[in-house]
């Protein structure tokens, strides 16, 4: 039998998500990474600019491109590594040229133009991409990702979050006219950028809420929520900068309806079989470093002094399972390859 | 005019809420510590176990004694910043020798003992003293403080929690039947004590909750509200441990029963004068580091989109106002002084 | 007796240095902030862009002035906490105006001109007063700072690196051809700056060494400590990042050159009766957090298995004894104040 | 061709290189973990003390067995995640039923029995298995560690200590009587116990230096340096500790006798071909993330202002190159395998 071999592009891969999927595909036995760009470092080997790939053979000797000159067009598969509004730019080009496309950024994940223009403050350019996109969440898109010639890759949040209410909005069994959702974020959520509040020295030993009012990350999670609920859903949803590099822990609350019901089986039910949701045992309290580096969101299920609130603690690495490593699991799907390949490096610990 | 000298004994002083007793009080004007007991460390100087305290002048010289030997009752008050337990095995003699108490742990927080029972799994040892003693949050019970011979000091949670429900509740405005308090303490809030889960190494770079079936401020922040409200308290609280040293943030919801009050009004009506809350103005997210080594529970109030679910948050440093610098603040109280005497140091930031 | 009242003005209070010049003036019973600059923030309340001062009184309600409108010559000192470069333009001004300058910059640090200009790559704008500036490290130079009109306070590292070294120095008992300087600094150090080293997401969890070829401190201490030895001094000098906040951790290795000497002994002869410099026990390790929001440097001194090879352990907060409170050190010496004025807070531990 | 399986034992897996041993053998293509004991957790599931590794197959489901009842005479090699003392107990009746032994504590590190009998405070057991034992440090000695029966797995600070210093003292170019090694720690590598230093509380923001006075692993890497030395070897070692998970930063100092030598040049012809050690460029600084997870050491070399000091920094993981990663480069080439099997995995950055 001859092994697959995926012609891998990437533009943007300075970023985390850039690293990240760097790292992924290095372990990942079918990937081909034979062009990746970016405006500001082209020409620089891709080693020199993150020195923990060297001596990790061809990807960390590539070079970053020019993105005008780079042909993306041979690619079997392009990641979008970029800021919002740069890979529906380049869609139509690609699509065309039959290259699939997974968006690690947001333009192929709010259906509704509008909303999407309201959030990212730009013009959609290509309402009918957006239309056919999947959206990238395995356990509840699956099937339509296997076909996707564009996924739109959710955010960090939008992962925990949705899954972590699933089984319960799925069910009917919650009043979805008042969920909340309090998330805590490492920082590496916000990216590889300048901006003072990410600084050591301002981040390190503190805690803060941030976007109380609003977050881009909202209309995702309640669009998701809407599309698997029979009752319109309102959402409360709270992010928190944490210091520390990697991880996110959405803390949910949800009043039940039907306080009869086994929440705990409800949600093993729901997951079984799938490979990257793990629901914990009665009583557990996941930790974000049980999940450091890997693929995996983690759940556990709680209903404090048997009362009618039901809370759910669900933890990702944001830089894999909200995004690098779940884009991987997009790619697997997409080419018809077992969902895992490449995903199965153990979470570092401690 | 005099100056009031006040001679203080502290019982315990090797745990964190001991040495930043010590911090505080070096720095008060009318403190003069004169004895600290510890059973482990009886001989040792102040300063050999805390370097910090070197060239501090009589507090860092001054050795801990036996606890079996030390005679507290040449003081004008005594903290206790012991385990649970030890304040009241002790409070009958000191109060019967005029000495007044205040006790950090937590044995006269709780009125009725049969919860401080179930809780803290011992018996209480002094139910007559318990009634009289008073609960030692300021803002709520000033007037019950200055006369007291014996203030339970809240715990660092409760503080916070207390703090951001408090004008909501009072002004029973919001449903208090389903409150939740979601709230991040950094590591000292449990004590200068080897535990596994709170070393570094585990640790930092993780964000997880914890006891989230109860915990022990539970039944405390539930008197506390009840106390001040109209209608019957529920609430969800959901501990989490953050990645650093100090401080607590606490994310409050509730949902208004009376969706056109001023929230904002509200807060900044209630805490007029507070010399120790600091209302912030709309829009505002106070961050942990704001508060450091401080004795102020900073505080801001959101409504998200305007919905019926108001969003508190509320900071505070677990060591000072959620411990030694209330106890402080209490004593000032006690003994006629100015309340902020010796607790105006300003946050320590970066 | 009548307080004096020292009317002080900051030039670029937005960075690291001028917030913790805000922290320590506020404690300070004669300081009197008058005025207060920025370029970029002009107009903004100290407290809006640092919330840590709300409640601290005039010196959080100061407002920001324009640089070009600010008149400083009413002030009886200015502080420059600017970027190197700032301080020269306008000094000649200010001194004509009788006001007196302290500079935490590196305007005035280096006697040598031209190696000024090769470090900072800016030719020096006032070489007269470059001579008559005292070089503001109170333990070498008491009786200069006293009268100088000028001050060029320390870089962080100097001040640590020469007080560790100075004992060896001055005695003329160690091969000072072969000092080596391995020290270790948190990111603060580097300044209040978008730099993305700096980040949370890359300086934590994470160490390394920088600018080993070349740092401009070198030049800085190699001035001192010849200027106290007998011999010329060579010296190896290597930055480290550390991920914390606030601290700097010189450990130096010095040759005997004789052997017979009681190095303990002669660090305690050296700094006794120096409040600022705490010579701590043999066999000790101090820490930095040990220090952390103090102006003490401590020490230990070590002599590995009795070998010919002396080990100093200096620490300090860069931001006090390594920045601003030094410069506050320095305005006590220079108006005949007790040199610990303001400055007696304990150190903030844990 | 058959895939080989090496049937592996881990005794005392519940320490952190236990883990780190645990998260890199499930990587492994050819080991298959069959026992793991624990004394305090008989009977306990792996990934119910480690939930990092639950759904990582058999490897997580393990139980750990009673070390009384375990029968390791099975296995074709047990590694020992152990106290100092404990491999030595055992060795001589797995060795006689032909089981290879890899030590990760101190017992077969020290071939003086007398050095480590003052180190490690108990006599030796096995005086002649301590005689034929490999010190496992490949790139030293790769031969004999391929012949061994039992291998001494290296301390974490000799590791990249001595290939740090490998080329200088073997190229005899350095004066070997005053070799200075300032060395930074993460936290980890005091091991998974309860110590108070190593809180969060105590270590985070902080830096210290440890045991200056004398270290255990001082007499470990004199023994490796001598032997590869044409003179004596003194060594000044100052170990440090910094607040961070993993990592170890060495920064070492050596004065060159022959400052003709092109040091560089050096360093990358000593370790061409060599899988784990990476010789970087000319003015680099090895961070210790771009190693974090994966077993590599890298190296940079520096001579500051042309000096005749040469500046060597070096920087592993000590979980992976400083234990459980070199432990397992100890078993590839014990059983033939290519010496990368299962080490390949990226570094994860950030």
């Known amino acids: 039998m001859q092994t697959p071999r995926i012609n891998v592009g990437i533009v943007g891969g300075t970023g985390y998500t850039g690293v990240e999927l760097l790292r992924l595909l290095a372990m990942h036995p079918h990937a081909n990474v034979c062009v990746i760009t970016s405006r500001t470092e082209a020409g620089t080997a891709v080693n020199a600019m993150f020195p923990s790939l060297r001596g990790q053979g061809a990807i960390g000797e590539l070079r970053f491109s020019d993105p005008a000159k780079a042909d993306l067009r041979a690619c079997h598969v392009v990641f979008f590594a970029t800021p919002h509004g740069v890979a529906m730019a380049q869609a139509r080009e690609l699509v065309d040229a039959g290259v699939r496309i997974i968006d690690l950024a947001a333009d192929f994940r709010l259906k509704n133009a509008a909303e999407f223009e309201r959030w990212y403050k730009m013009p959609h350019a290509c309402h009918d991409l957006l239309a056919e996109a999947a959206y990238g969440l395995p356990e509840m898109h699956r099937a339509a990702i296997r076909e996707a010639r564009i996924v739109g890759n959710p955010g960090c949040y939008p992962t925990a979050i949705q899954l972590g ?135 556990a299920v709680h209903r404090p002094q048997g009362g009618d609130t039901v809370v759910v603690l669900a933890v990702e690495d944001n830089l894999v399972k909200g995004a690098a490593g779940q884009a991987v699991q997009n790619m697997n799907l997409m080419f018809g390859l077992p969902e895992t390949t490449g995903l199965t490096a153990p979470p570092v610990l401690p």
Chains 1, 2, 3, 4 share one sequence.
């Open 165 to 299: 209410f699933l089984p319960l909005v799925e069910g009917g069994i919650v009043d979805t006219a008042h969920l909340i959702a309090d998330a805590k974020s490492g920082v590496s959520g916000a990216g590889r950028k300048n901006e003072l509040g990410l600084m050591l020295a301002e981040a390190s030993d503190n805690f803060k809420a941030y976007n109380v009012a609003g977050h881009r990350h909202h209309p995702e999670i309640v669009q998701g929520l809407n599309g698997c609920s029979a009752t319109p859903v309102t959402l409360v949803f709270t992010p928190h900068l944490t210091p520390m590099i990697r991880g996110i822990h959405a803390t949910l609350y949800a009043r039940l309806t039907d306080p009869s019901t086994d929440v705990q089986a409800l949600f093993e039910r729901r997951f079984t079989g799938e490979p990257f949701v793990d629901v914990m045992p009665p009583d557990s309290h996941p930790e974000t470093r049980s999940v450091r580096a890997s693929n995996v969101c983690r759940i």
